[in-house]
């Protein structure tokens, strides 16, 4: 069955980084776009990052452009985040999905960042 497994997410000052990981499994993981979405308390889940199957075409929501990067490595069925200049608003449980123009799976446990002095 289709599972992800995110990681990386953990306390961090204003104006820090920090990388999440997510090894999916149980699809063909090199032939499906990938995403991150976010949630914070009381939210909607927000779609954060998104990246084609071949890694090659990458799309960030605007408000993240320019601090967030997603990238892939389709050897390892992994996908990753990186994060930097982060904000307290930045705070809330990170997780991957299949898809790009919606989550197509189940959703994982997710990885928490919280962004705090």
């Known amino acids: 069955q289709v599972q992800f497994v995110e990681s990386g997410g953990m306390f961090v000052q204003p104006g820090g980084s920090l990388r999440l990981s997510c090894v999916a499994s149980?699809?063909?993981?090199?032939?499906?776009?990938m995403n991150w979405y976010r949630q914070a308390p009381g939210q909607e889940r927000e779609l954060v990052a998104r990246?084609?199957?071949?890694?090659?075409?990458?799309d960030v929501t605007n408000s993240m452009k320019g601090r967030f990067t997603i990238s892939r490595d389709n050897a390892r069925n992994t996908v990753w985040l990186q994060m930097d200049s982060l904000r307290p608003e930045d705070t809330a449980k990170y997780f991957c999905?299949?898809?790009?123009?919606?989550?197509?799976?189940?959703w994982g446990r997710g990885t928490q960042v919280t962004v705090s002095a």
């Open positions: 990246i084609n199957p071949g890694g090659d075409y990458t």
């Open positions: 149980g699809f063909d993981f090199r032939n499906q776009a």
């Open positions: 999905n299949i898809g790009w123009n919606r989550a197509a799976a189940a």
